[in-house]
């Protein structure tokens, strides 16, 4: 029998025993249930047999040797399937972005596209796409550097030239001025 966790000496709990009697716990002991009339008696409760830890077998691990210039192929991995659609392409990063095409005027017309794609789904969609779009890292650099040159009084051309020296990541005087005007575009 499980133990039954009672909050003072008075508890009594009714249980009923493997052999289909019912028996009464108090205190956390058993109570032996006596005749009509007689007193109950005490009695103490068999002791829990736990039996012993299962030993566990090790089995040897196989190793195959891997010569240097060996490639070893890996058959087990298989990269996630992610389904990427117009609206999740437009939540582009910066490297994603700049593979889109080889100049900015080129990137800038491929967003345009596949808003425009959205639109002949459902406006709504191309609502979404624009929202995408706003959410990516490629228009969150654009407006920071915008403010990073209103803020310091600065040129883009300079803004973009000293983030570009310090390592951080750009996107180029003309890609600024594209994506300026595709906005302008979109907002209309």
């Known amino acids: 029998m499980n133990s039954i966790p009672l909050v003072n000496q008075d508890d009594e ?13 108090r205190a956390g002991q058993l109570v032996d249930m006596a005749p009509v009339g007689g007193p109950p008696t005490l009695v103490t ?12 077998v090790q089995r040897p691990v196989v190793r195959t040797p891997v010569n240097p210039g060996q490639r070893v192929s890996v058959m087990d991995i298989t990269p996630p399937h992610i389904t990427v659609g117009p609206v999740q392409e437009l939540r582009t990063s910066i490297e994603d972005y700049m593979r889109l095409a080889a100049t900015p005027a080129q990137r800038v017309q491929r967003i345009k596209e596949k808003i425009a794609i ?3 789904e459902e406006y709504a969609k191309r609502l979404e ?45 003309e890609d600024f001025q594209e994506i300026t005007k595709l906005n302008n575009e979109i907002r209309n």
């Open 13 to 25: 709990v009714m249980v009923k025993a493997p052999d289909g009697s019912w028996k009464m716990f």
């Open 129 to 173: 796409g624009i929202a995408a779009w706003k959410m990516s890292e490629v228009f969150a650099l654009y407006v920071l550097l915008g403010q990073e040159s209103v803020l310091g009084g600065v040129s883009i051309e300079d803004t973009i030239a000293k983030r570009k020296a310090a390592g951080a990541p750009v996107i180029t005087v």
């Open 45 to 56: 409760p068999p002791p829990i047999v736990v039996p012993p830890p299962v030993a566990l």
């Open 118 to 120: 959205l639109e002949k």
